[in-house]
T-cell receptor, first 114, second 117 residues
């Protein structure tokens, strides 16, 4: 069964600094996808970044990038130049092609300090 | 284009009652997924529907059920409510629900907060 683990319940970072959120997963499948979602205090969940497991290149979206270590089953999110608007709960998630089911981690609450 | 909408936004029920939550996906989206979010358990997958068919379901008791209509709108029902059912229920829609295409992204609604007393 797929599992997703986020071991950091809470983190904080100073504005303009860089922070890395950790995520590990476990799956026996080869065709899977990994995601980071952001849930601000307003509660609307939005996609931050996605990574296809078959791609070796790490995904990047503006200030957000991932460090995908397939052998170690690790998928961390790096936020550069942190902004106050990055304050949110961040969820790591995975899905396997054809299952139509996403598995989420328990989340990391990130607070960006002014 | 309007986003995913969920109604009602807040609900208070008592143990033993039943509740129905509604989700309207983004226009053109045919896949709807439901999640239960609690502080201790995070987001847990309930079920996914596509073209009125349930394609997958999570590990929840039979008290939790859902359906999807021909216009892709979806409802979930919880019968015989228990205190532990208090949670934020999130709905997410996507074009077809498959993860293989880069544009196949799940868009979430604001959620329905259910409190069971």
């Amino acid at each position: 069964a797929q599992t997703v683990t986020q071991s950091q319940p809470e983190m904080s970072v100073q504005e303009a600094e860089t922070v890395t959120l950790s995520c590990t997963y476990d799956t026996s499948e080869n065709n899977y996808y990994l995601f980071w979602y952001k849930q601000p205090p307003s509660r609307q969940m939005i996609l931050v970044i996605r990574q296809e497991a078959y791609k070796q290149q790490n995904a990047t979206e503006n200030r957000f990038s991932v460090n995908f270590q397939k052998a170690a089953k690790s998928f961390s999110l790096k936020i550069s130049d942190s902004q106050l608007g990055d304050t949110a709960m961040y969820f790591c998630a995975s899905t396997t092609s054809g299952t139509y089911k996403y598995i989420f981690g328990t989340g990391t609450r990130l607070k960006v300090l002014a | 284009k309007a986003g995913v909408t969920q109604t009602p936004r807040y609900l208070i029920k008592t143990r033993g009652q039943q509740v129905t939550l509604s989700c309207s996906p983004i226009s053109g989206h045919r896949s709807v997924s439901w999640y239960q979010q609690t502080p201790g358990q995070g987001l847990q997958f309930l079920f996914e529907y596509f073209s009125e068919t349930q394609r997958n379901k999570g590990n929840f008791p039979g008290r939790f059920s859902g359906r999807q209509f021909s216009n892709s709108r979806s409802e979930m029902n919880v019968s015989t409510l228990e205190l532990g059912d208090s949670a934020l229920y999130l709905c997410a829609s996507s074009l077809a629900g498959g993860a293989g295409l880069p544009q196949e992204t799940q868009y979430f609604g604001p959620g329905t907060r259910l409190l069971v007393l």
